[in-house]
């Protein structure tokens, strides 16, 4: 692996401006303005349990709704891990995370497989949290996995708090990013595929 997996990306387009900046050996230190305050609350979690570094800044045409913005921010995350994790040699490639929050479990399970791929699977008790559209996670997700060329596979096994649902999945989503890109010691220099590529 590279000694500094750290990346920034922009993304402007008539609907959003976005910049992205991720550091994948970080502390967990977060600095969001989206000004969609659950979102931001959603992707500290994703910071802090994953030990990512995130700096987000968007514009977006929140006057309309939410859903460019956030939809843009997952495809610039993506972006910017993608050109972080750089060729993928040394990592472990897959993580997975269960995360109980009360009566919720969510199980994240990613691989860094070069092929991008989403199963969603939650079940939210309410449609929005915080006037926060739910429905909008999905196209969070799906615009990750498709610039970051993940494979993504989300469940909310239980749970009956919509904001809990969310907090599970986002923060199993985090640890399960840290499982996947930490440095397996044994497989330095290697690539964690029987093809030598990713």
Do not use: W
């Not at 991720?22 to 979690?45: K, Y």
């Not at 802090?48 to 968007?58: C, E, N, Q, S, T």
């Not at 993940?150 to 640890?175: C, M, P, W, Y």
């Amino acid at each position: 692996m590279t000694d500094s997996r750290s990346a920034s990306v922009e993304r402007n387009t008539l609907e959003t401006q976005i910049t992205v900046a991720v550091n994948l050996d970080g502390s967990g230190e977060c600095r969001l303005d989206t000004g969609i305050p659950f979102l931001e609350h959603m992707l500290d979690q994703v910071a802090r349990h994953g030990l990512i570094d995130l700096d987000i800044v968007a514009k977006g045409d929140l006057h309309i709704d939410a859903h460019h913005t956030v939809e843009d921010i997952g495809i610039t995350l993506g972006q910017a891990v993608a050109k972080a994790v750089g060729d993928k040699k040394g990592i472990n490639r897959y993580g997975h995370a269960y995360v109980p929050l009360d009566e919720a479990l969510s199980r994240v399970v990613v691989d860094f497989s070069g092929r991008p791929g989403l199963e969603f699977h939650v079940d939210f008790t309410r449609a929005a949290v915080g006037g926060f559209d739910v429905d909008l996670f999905i196209e969070f997700f799906q615009g990750f996995v498709n610039h970051a060329a993940v494979t993504l596979h989300i469940d909310n096994l239980r749970g009956h708090n919509s904001h809990h649902q969310a907090e599970t999945v986002f923060k199993a989503f985090g640890r399960a990013l840290r499982m996947a890109l930490s440095a397996d010691p044994r497989a330095a220099g290697t690539t964690p595929s029987t093809k030598g590529v990713l």
